[in-house]
């Protein structure tokens, strides 16, 4: 079973930045699909951005492109989201996702909190 420990989350001012960090283990990581997802209260999860381990092949949410970049580490088996002009919209748990390439089966890790104050 894969394991997901996301890290990172944090509050900033608009404009701010943080990196959040979604280190996975238990399973090969280079069959998997990992993504990031965010919810806040009363609304569902919403894609933010994924990457390919299979390709390296990226995804982004129209709300995030040009301000935040998905990134892979292979030797620490861990997945970066940088996230750069931040702003009170971008406010939510954000949750690391690993979805088997090809297959239904994903695993998620617990959220982490961003905050983005005006």
């Known amino acids: 079973e894969v394991q997901l420990q996301a890290s990172g989350g944090g509050s900033v001012q608009v404009g701010g930045s943080l990196k959040l960090s979604c280190a996975v283990s238990?399973?090969?990581?280079?069959?998997?699909?990992i993504g990031w997802f965010r919810q806040t209260p009363g609304n569902e999860r919403e894609g933010v951005s994924a990457i390919s381990a299979v390709d390296d092949s990226t995804y982004y949410a129209a709300s995030v492109k040009g301000r935040f970049t998905i990134s892979i580490d292979n030797a620490q088996d861990t997945v970066y989201l940088q996230m750069n002009s931040l702003n009170p919209e971008d406010t939510a748990v954000y949750y690391c996702?690993?979805?088997?390439?090809?297959?239904?089966?994903?695993?998620w890790g617990q959220g982490t909190q961003v905050t983005v104050s005006s």
């Open positions: 996702n690993a979805q088997k390439y090809g297959t239904t089966v994903n695993y």
């Open positions: 238990g399973h090969s990581f280079d069959e998997y699909i």
